[in-house]
């Protein structure tokens, strides 16, 4: 099973959609396992976002992103990255396909929903930048046999 990499970002706190999304990403069969609260600094920002540093819309997205605490989860199933990315929807909400999280929750390019990895190798950057090995958990879920067909496990 691939894990992925997700950021709820401060207009979701703001707008009080975390239970939304997050019960969509469960709802999908995809298990959450880690999550915690945590506040975001420039370092950080600067680290995570070091493709967009030198663009002029930079400095507003360290005060967007820091504007209140932020939730990160690690979601864990087969293909992750590639389904959480079709849940999430385009980058500009406004141009996101309705039935998307940005699609129906934002109207925003930038206050957009949620930051979800693009890619499984920046999926595995992108968690052991934000969680400790021992903040990752393995259970089971009882739902397993009926979201994955005994030849998807």
Do not use: W
């Amino acid at each position: 099973m691939e894990q992925t990499f997700v950021i709820l970002k401060p207009s979701t706190i703001q707008r009080s959609l975390i239970g939304d999304v997050i019960t969509r990403y469960q709802r999908k069969g995809l298990i959450v396992t880690g999550i915690k609260m945590m506040q975001l600094d420039e370092k950080i920002l600067r680290e995570h976002y070091a493709h967009l540093v030198d663009r002029p819309f930079f400095p507003s997205l360290v005060d967007s992103m820091t504007r209140t605490p932020v939730i990160v989860m690690v979601l864990k199933g087969k293909d992750a990255v590639e389904v959480v990315r079709a849940m999430t929807g385009a980058t500009n909400c406004r141009k996101a396909a309705p039935g998307t999280i940005r699609g129906d929750f934002g109207m925003s390019g930038q206050e957009n929903i949620v930051h979800a990895s693009d890619s499984p190798e920046n999926a595995v950057i992108e968690i052991n930048r934000f969680f400790k090995p021992e903040e990752i958990f393995d259970y089971p879920m009882p739902t397993f046999n009926a979201i994955y067909a005994p030849d998807e496990q």
